[in-house]
């Protein structure tokens, strides 16, 4: 059974940085499309950023392009989400999910297209 288990969260200042890891175990890693996903207190869940099935193309929402970045370390069965910028409205739980590359349809933003979830980490930005 895949299991997904986050770290790296905590309580940073406003114009600071955090790095997420999200460490996959009981499958091939490389076999997997990885995102990342918050929810805010009181909002639903939303996207945040995603690889591409084939793994070389990377997307962002639009409030944390150019401040976040996605990353993968396959020998370490990790992916990462590097954080800077950060301001009170990415105050959030944040899920990394992963999707079976075969078989994907590829729609990155898609929550029902993620197959496995991990139990989120807290992320807070105090301004």
């Known amino acids: 059974q895949v299991q997904l288990v986050e770290s790296g969260g905590g309580l940073v200042q406003a114009g600071g940085s955090l790095r997420l890891s999200c460490s996959l175990s009981?499958?091939?890693?490389?076999?997997?499309?990885m995102g990342w996903f918050r929810q805010a207190p009181g909002k639903e869940r939303e996207f945040v950023a995603a690889?591409?099935?084939?793994?070389?193309?990377?997307y962002y929402a639009d409030s944390v392009k150019g401040r976040f970045t996605i990353s993968r370390e396959n020998a370490k069965n990790t992916a990462y989400l590097q954080m800077n910028s950060l301001n009170s409205e990415d105050t959030a739980v944040y899920y990394c999910a992963a999707d079976p590359v075969q078989g994907s349809r590829g729609y990155y933003s898609m929550q029902s297209e993620y197959d496995y979830w991990g139990q989120g980490t807290q992320v807070t930005v105090s301004s």
């Open positions: 009981g499958g091939t890693f490389s076999s997997y499309r």
């Open positions: 690889f591409s099935r084939s793994g070389s193309n990377t």
